[in-house]
């Protein structure tokens, strides 16, 4: 895929992602993204908790590649969004990754959900 392509939608620079974090990235007319940084490479997936308001980004990466919610401690994982520790029970989107030119870029439509949600 290229920079030029329509699917794509840039997002953050990779220098802007510390390795082991994540970091809320609004666009315009939908829902803030988390851009996390694992050590094999960038995720994108949707930043609101399935199970409240919260912001993923503002949560802690744990090393086995996913992510808690700082509101009550549920986890997802990262690379597949699927909700990994009560209380989250739903998946959250994932959206494949480019990086092109040092940039983060992701390919926003169709959100990809899981379908093996617990609800
Ligand atoms: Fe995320 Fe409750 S809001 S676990």
Redesign the pocket.
Known sequence: MSQDSPRLTRLIACSAVPEGCAVQVEIEGRAPLAVYRLEDGYYVTDDT?S????SLADGEVLANGEVE?P????SFDIRTGEARKY??TVSIAVYPVSIVDGEVWAELEPARHLENNKE
């Open positions: 908790c199970h409240g308001e919260a919610c509101f009550h401690g549920g209380p989250c």
